[in-house]
């Protein structure tokens, strides 16, 4: 696994939420941590709140350009690679039949996974090359299965799942790690938006923790709580009616 004598860690998605939180106890960990999202003004209080610790890198995943020059700028910056990243960046956007949107389908899918793609495209060629290092790639449960009012962003967090699968393969021979995160329900500014009963909300710390300890301990599937990770693992091999009635019920859908 890697350490910040390997180099430095970069997180998308570091404006709020699990990103911010992820990118302090990185921090904390001793890591220079390189942040990135849109909002620059929220970055920059985050740095200043950890002065030395943290390289500004604000930019729009969406953006292949900005992002391959990112990496490039903060490796400079830093003298050192990016051993760690965290790919956190990305959004959601209620769908239903009644309401589906085809921009709503556009903006998603190239946040949660053409964004994603861009950030993994300017990581691969130097981790290759070296030999060395460790992504982590933020799905969620929602992508185990399509779940009510998230047509599309549970289609984008099945993507990433699968293309983390299939990563995996290679990053394996290069010896590099990979992990596929799924969170559950997490209290961020993102899910107050939410309107709907979200069981067993985790705090954000929390959430953060189970990030970095699977990622330290090199798991390929870092998924939580359990209480609710292990029951939707376990729906999705079960027959779709079945499937369809469960979720039906439990989410009073």
């Not at 990030?211 to 330290?216: A, F, H, K, N, S």
């Amino acid at each position: 696994m890697v350490t910040p004598a390997d180099g430095i860690a970069w997180v998308t998605g570091a404006s709020s939420g699990i990103g911010r939180e992820v990118a302090v106890q990185l921090a904390q960990a001793g890591w220079t941590v390189a942040i990135s999202a849109r909002r620059a003004e929220e970055l920059e209080t985050l740095a200043a709140a950890h002065p030395g610790k943290m390289i500004l890198a604000p930019l729009d995943i969406t953006d292949q350009v900005a992002v391959e020059a990112a990496v490039a700028r903060i490796a400079a910056e830093a003298g050192r690679p990016v051993a760690r990243a965290v790919l956190n960046a990305g959004t959601y956007l209620r769908d239903t039949a009644p309401s589906f949107d085809v921009q709503k389908f556009k903006t998603q899918v190239d946040v949660n996974l053409v964004g994603t793609a861009n950030c993994l495209a300017a990581l691969m060629p130097n981790m290759l090359a070296a030999g060395r290092g460790q992504i982590g790639i933020v799905g969620s449960l929602a992508g185990l299965g399509g779940l009510p009012a998230a047509v599309t962003y549970s289609a984008t967090k099945a993507a990433l799942l699968a293309m983390a699968q299939s990563l995996k393969f290679d990053f394996d021979k290069a010896g590099l790690g990979i992990s596929v995160i799924l969170p559950g329900f997490v209290k961020t500014p993102l899910t107050d938006r939410n309107k709907f009963p979200m069981p067993m909300l985790m705090d954000v710390s929390d959430a953060a923790r189970a990030i970095l300890e699977g990622m330290d301990k090199g798991r390929f599937l870092i998924a939580f709580p359990g209480g609710l990770a292990w029951p939707m693992r376990l729906l999705r091999t079960l027959p779709a009616p079945v499937y369809f009635w469960l979720v039906a019920r439990t989410t009073k859908w």
